[in-house]
């Protein structure tokens, strides 16, 4: 079952936690749903030279306050805070509601799945060679201290006439053990000569306590 599952959506209330942290009535739920994502959309496409790994979002009564995660903040932030005033701004207009946003840096990049399989994909469609690439990215995460780590590139790799799949495995990734932090995303790698190869990537971080 461990093998079938999203691991984040396999290990929710045991390690993971949600994305979107609120509640509504049948009625509100789509259209709080489809925002969240309109919102996630929009932070993740004009935000992406800052690293942007994760957007939490959080609704009371009142206010909104979204958290987003990067490996680059000052890059979000910019020179006295224009920069997120004006991201503040723009997102304000958009749902017509004022909201609060905390900028939360990754301390270390290496251990986020979607910012390696970003760094991979984009590697990719700069036609670097994808074995090497994920040879050399397996090792960095280890070095980061990851438990393991685990890529797969689906697709018409290094443009070949025949899709094939290629997986690397450094260490341990237990997907079937929920005490096992896994941490885990999908990134697609936009090629002109050998259309999309779909990059995954687990990194276990260990073991944590669960109550």
């Known amino acids: 079952?461990?093998?079938?599952?999203?691991?984040?959506a396999f290990r929710l209330s045991q390690v993971k936690n949600w994305q979107s942290k609120w509640f509504a009535n049948k009625r509100r739920?789509?259209?709080?749903?489809?925002?969240?994502?309109q919102i996630r959309d929009k932070i993740m496409s004009n935000?992406?030279?800052?690293?942007v790994a994760n957007v939490e979002i959080e609704r009371s009564v009142n206010q909104i306050t979204i958290n987003i995660h990067v490996s680059r903040p000052g890059i979000v932030i910019g020179r006295s805070g224009t920069g997120i005033e004006e991201i503040?701004?723009?997102?304000?207009?958009?749902?017509?509601?004022?909201?609060?946003i905390n900028v939360i840096e990754i301390k270390n990049p290496d251990l986020s799945a979607f910012l390696v399989a970003r760094s991979i994909a984009d590697q990719i469609e700069k036609r670097f060679p994808i074995k090497r690439v994920m040879a050399r990215t397996a090792e960095r995460v280890k070095s980061a201290g990851a438990v393991g780590v685990k890529i797969v590139c689906s697709g018409r790799i290094d443009g070949a006439e025949i899709a094939r799949r290629?997986?690397?495995v450094i260490g341990s990734v237990?997907?079937?053990?929920?005490?096992?932090?896994?941490?885990?995303?999908?990134v697609p790698a936009k090629t002109v000569t050998a259309g999309v190869v779909g990059v995954k990537v687990w990194i276990n971080k260990g073991k944590k306590e669960t109550n």
């Open 47 to 51: 935000l992406r030279h800052a690293g």
């Open 174 to 186: 237990p997907l079937q053990t929920l005490r096992s932090n896994i941490d885990f995303a999908v």
């Open 166 to 168: 290629e997986k690397l």
């Open 29 to 37: 739920y789509k259209e709080l749903l489809l925002e969240d994502i």
């Open 1 to 8: 079952m461990g093998q079938k599952v999203n691991p984040i």
């Open 88 to 100: 503040k701004k723009n997102l304000e207009k958009f749902i017509n509601q004022k909201l609060k």
